[in-house]
């Protein structure tokens, strides 16, 4: 018993482990020089007034979708447009009492 308890400890210390690699903070910062790192230019951002629902239900496709900071972010092409929704959810701790989405096309 004492011979597989040191086998286990032993196995433990020498075995290799795992190396974390650095990850990529994305986008590079302001600061970084690189070849690799964009300019920032002006990007049109034109909010759009109808609900994610309406251009769901009007032929938009979700081309994309993520877990923002506030909520779910959700990419969508309607109308020959790319749009970007930001989606907020029904919160009983505040005023908010029905789901919204806040939305812009980028071209």
């Known amino acids: 018993m004492k011979f597989l308890l040191l086998l286990a400890v032993t196995s433990a210390a020498v075995a290799p482990a795992p190396v974390l690699a650095q990850q990529t903070v994305w986008p590079l910062g302001e600061a970084v020089k690189s070849p690799s790192k964009a300019l920032s230019v002006p990007t049109k951002l034109d909010p759009v007034s109808q609900s994610l629902t309406d251009m769901l239900n009007g ?3 979700i081309v994309d979708s993520h877990l923002g900071a506030t909520g779910p972010v959700v990419t969508l092409t309607w109308r020959k447009r ?3 929704c930001i989606l ?19 071209n």
């Open 59 to 61: 032929g938009g496709r």
């Open 82 to 84: 790319n749009v970007v």
């Open 88 to 106: 907020q959810g029904a919160n009983p701790a505040t005023d908010q009492n029905v789901a919204t989405s806040e939305c812009y096309a980028l």
